[in-house]
């Protein structure tokens, strides 16, 4: 049985933190992660749902603001001797001295398909950029920012219609199952680390909201995929008489050449589910789901109906 250290925080690591501990070949002997910080509206200290989980099986938990400037992590290496570390959406650098003390050295489940998208944002990155397929690699840390030799991958196509949120569960499940796939043959041998073609990298760095803003100048399927991109966080944004509205969910329209053009941004067609909303090129987009500030989500028969919406009204 291996003995590993997971490091890991959001809710992405979780499945790749439940299988190791309920692995029968593999003791989780404990948990990394940041700490507790305040969420939520009334700003209650909240624990990563890493640790939740870690709790609940009685996984030894070890918390650090920053765990480069943290000595006594090495300490907690030496005292539990792990064959390797896990490291899934931790959301901090490691420093060499920790990432190569176990024997193994330490893994890493990064939601992309390395060398491409490499970054702290790789899911928002591929849908952003309307690419059809990413997946997830296991891949040994090194001090570069994601060149770390390749253990193993899998691809995942990516559909029309799905957003961040949702391909974010999707890449944590596989990611889960695959490193506990690769976990034995890494551990054992079997399966060699394989150096990434630098080449061919491409980059998903992390963004400021302020991108979320939509343009309906913009073709549809930019927007679409901006849409999709920016749910859950932070939500794509347009302005209509001076509030900032989301628009969570939208969809494509098939072209219609007897159509006539109107202005970016005019409603040209109201549905039982959506409105038509003109964008650049002479394409259409379907607005499915929309919130107002301090409301809830709703459809977009009650957006309108409630923003007293008519055709021709140009969105901002």
Known sequence: MSRVAFLGTPEFAVPSLDALIQSPDHEVVCLITQPDRKAGRGQKLTPPPTKVTAQKYGVPIFQFRSLRKSPEAIAVLEKLCPDCCAV???????????????????????????????????????????????????????????????????????????????????????????LLKTLDGYLSGELKPKPQDHSLATYAPRFDKGIAQLEWSLDASQLHNKVRAMNPWPGATFRWRG???????????????????HAPGSIIEIRKDSFLVQCGDVTVIALEELQLPNRNRVGAKDFLNGCQLRLGDLLA
């Open 88 to 178: 899934v959406a931790f959301g901090q650098i490691l420093k060499p001295e920790f990432f190569d003390f176990p024997p193994c050295g330490t893994l890493n489940v990064h939601a992309s398909v390395l060398p491409s998208y490499r970054g702290g944002a790789p899911i928002v990155h591929s849908i952003l950029n309307g690419e059809s397929e990413t997946g997830v690699t296991i891949m040994k840390i090194d001090a570069g920012m994601d060149t770390g030799d390749i253990v193993s991958r899998k691809s995942v196509r990516i559909s029309a219609n799905i957003t961040a949120g949702e391909l974010e569960e999707v890449l944590a499940r596989e990611g889960a199952e695959l």
């Open 243 to 261: 509030k900032e509205v989301k628009l969570w969910r939208t969809g494509l329209v098939a072209e219609d050449p007897s159509r006539s053009p």
